[in-house]
DNA sequence: CAAACATACTAAACAGTGTTCACAAAATAC
DNA sequence: GTATTTTGTGAACACTGTTTAGTATGTTTG
């Protein structure tokens, strides 16, 4: 069965060979200009060639938003070490902010599109997106234990902080700060971090 | 010179015809539903007649998120009677979540979308969201005067408490709550009210 | 070895999209 | 009544995601 092996090989190859290249096209010019046809030409196949290993357009970019999700978590990993719930929570904010301002095409992927959304919902569970919030879950629980935050429930408070970093990502990527403040880029991201710093000074307790 | 006149407000109307046009399948089916043929057919012109009146579709939904922002104006309006500037900020917030559960298309339009960027770029200030803005902006000018929440730029506080907003009624419309809180859609709501309210509590001095 | 089968691939088509352009028809001006 | 301007359109261009029928290749079986 040597060769049967090989032969599943080489399809998983075939279908690495279109996510690396999906993914490639994606960070170089986007979800709209990255195109089945596009990504055809890239690996020299047919575009029917790649719905023998997809359903559909949206099953790859859910893949590459999986993808941005374990750079996310990989970025978080190491702030477990922070003994300190509030510091830890203030530099899961500012990470979480980095890496919104630092791959705005994945950020879009991730919480913003409505691409992988079927996909997602399909699965029943956003396990990516749960992985990731609850590195907050948890540092709201502590911050809640060791009572530096004002007392509330806890899912609503981890709410209201992802809302809240998120909203500030979304507006910076999708361009609204840009058209309202027409300072330049770099005052505007000071702004960012300066208003999760006072965000989260207000909650302390 | 009256044929001129008649025939310029024929123009517009037709030009009104379009937007009205536009506007209801809009509501109706969305933004990516809503194609130009889908409206020449609806108003029994040709496609290619739309282009005398818009340079692009962009241009007709521009003209849809500025309706957008005149509701949401509209709905802003009588807030300014309430006295206490905190009181005033917390009808704001609540205002602005309510606009956005309530209109997700219009909301879409006026704070996620790529589709209207180009035509507020060239219009060089985004007049529409500058307008609602600046109840924020006076508001918490207020607050700060009165001391009623905590010492910080205006600009930066307003931008939080935006950042803030948008991220809950964002995070909701691109379905990411039901993605991860798989408890029902009333329940939901209720808690991005509550985190709101618990948000603005905190900026309290 | 040849016939039967399975796998991998693709050209071509379908049904859409935004947009442009050459041309026709209608309304106005002279 | 002819000339000119305004108004409208069919057809095409260059795309999009997706499906299907058919081919070419490799593997298995009689």
New binding site residues.
């Given amino acids: 069965m040597a ?2 092996d090989r ?1 599943e090989r ?2 998983l190859d ?1 279908r690495k060979l279109i996510i690396e290249s999906a993914t490639r096209l994606f960070l170089e010019q986007g979800y709209e ?6 990504i ?1 030409d890239d690996i ?9 290993y997809f ?4 099953e790859i970019f859910f893949i590459i938003h999986e993808q941005g999700f374990a750079l996310l978590n990989q970025e978080f990993a190491n702030i477990g070490d922070i003994k300190d719930p509030f510091e830890r929570l203030q530099e899961l904010g500012k990470t979480y902010l980095n890496f919104g301002l630092r791959n705005p095409d994945y950020y879009d992927l991730m919480f913003i599109m409505r691409a992988p959304l079927s996909e997602i919902a399909c699965h029943d569970k956003w396990e990516a997106g749960d992985a990731a919030l609850n590195h907050l879950y948890n540092t709201v629980d502590e911050c809640l234990s060791q009572k530096v935050i004002h007392i509330g429930d806890k899912l609503m408070i981890s709410m209201a902080i992802w809302s809240f970093v998120h909203g500030l990502v979304s507006l910076y990527v999708r361009e609204r700060f840009k058209a309202v403040a027409n300072s330049a880029d770099d005052a505007t991201k000071k702004m960012v971090f300066e208003s999760l710093q006072y965000f989260l000074n207000s909650l302390r307790a």
């Fill in positions: 060769i049967k032969k080489d399809k075939r200009k990255t195109s089945i046809r596009n055809a020299e196949y047919s575009p029917a060639t790649i719905y023998l359903k559909e357009k949206d």
